[in-house]
């Protein structure tokens, strides 16, 4: 395999095949483009870095997207961490809400921003298992290998968040995952 080899075509083939995934994921799970770009260097400089542990190409997607959460989690903590003492969130950060099309309707603001306040209130773990299922549209078995967790623990997340995302919405959802 090229890429294991070192090569440079190889890198940058892997590059420009997985950085939009990438960027997107990072944008989604921490609101910010300063923190996205960041999130994108810090992923492939560890997935080159690391790429002699990879099994199989076929598990370069899934092995990419977890580093990347990895690193969205270590970025949202510290985030939130500075939030905790008095340093105010950054010009670049962003809300569902803020990250809408700006065509979009009153009415589908209004919800993402309920949406937003209901994530506010779970932790970073919570909230990356919510985005990751239901923004990004991964499998259960695919939220709790990306974010590093058992199914049932993946499950049981996304019960808490459901119930209160639901009730936040007045859809007032059981909290099924």
Same mark, same amino acid.
């Given at each position: 395999?090229?890429?294991v080899?070192?090569?440079r075509?190889?890198?940058?083939?892997?590059?420009?095949?997985? @950085?939009?995934?990438?960027?997107?994921t990072?944008?989604?799970?921490? !609101?910010?483009?300063?923190?996205a770009?960041? %999130?994108? #260097? $810090?992923?492939?400089?560890?997935?080159?870095?690391? @790429?002699?542990?990879?099994?199989?190409?076929?598990?370069?997607r &899934?092995?990419l997207?977890? %580093?990347?959460?990895?690193q969205a #989690?270590?970025?949202?903590?510290?985030?939130?961490?500075?939030?905790?003492?008095?340093? !105010?969130a950054?010009?670049?950060?962003?809300?569902?809400a803020?990250l809408?099309? &700006?065509?979009?309707s &009153? *009415?589908?603001?209004?919800?993402?921003?309920?949406? $937003?306040?209901?994530?506010?209130?779970?932790?970073?773990?919570?909230?990356?298992?919510? %985005?990751?299922?239901?923004? *990004?549209?991964h499998?259960?078995? *695919?939220?709790?290998?990306?974010?590093?967790?058992?199914?049932?623990t993946?499950?049981?997340?996304?019960?808490? @968040?459901? !119930?209160?995302?639901?009730?936040?919405?007045?859809?007032?959802?059981?909290?099924?995952?």
């Amino acid at each position: 395999m090229r890429l294991v080899a070192g090569d440079r075509w190889a890198k940058e083939a892997l590059f420009r095949r997985y @950085v939009r995934t990438v960027w997107s994921t990072a944008m989604r799970l921490t !609101g910010s483009r300063a923190d996205a770009d960041d %999130i994108v #260097q $810090d992923t492939f400089v560890e997935a080159l870095r690391d @790429v002699n542990g990879l099994r199989s190409l076929g598990a370069l997607r &899934p092995w990419l997207l977890r %580093i990347t959460v990895h690193q969205a #989690q270590r970025r949202f903590r510290r985030r939130s961490l500075l939030r905790r003492l008095g340093f !105010g969130a950054g010009d670049d950060d962003a809300s569902l809400a803020a990250l809408v099309d &700006p065509a979009a309707s &009153p *009415e589908l603001r209004a919800e993402l921003s309920r949406l $937003d306040r209901a994530l506010g209130g779970v932790s970073t773990a919570e909230r990356f298992t919510w %985005i990751l299922r239901h923004v *990004e549209g991964h499998t259960l078995e *695919e939220v709790a290998t990306l974010s590093d967790c058992s199914l049932a623990t993946a499950k049981r997340r996304l019960k808490r @968040v459901n !119930g209160l995302v639901g009730a936040a919405l007045g859809t007032h959802d059981e909290g099924s995952p």
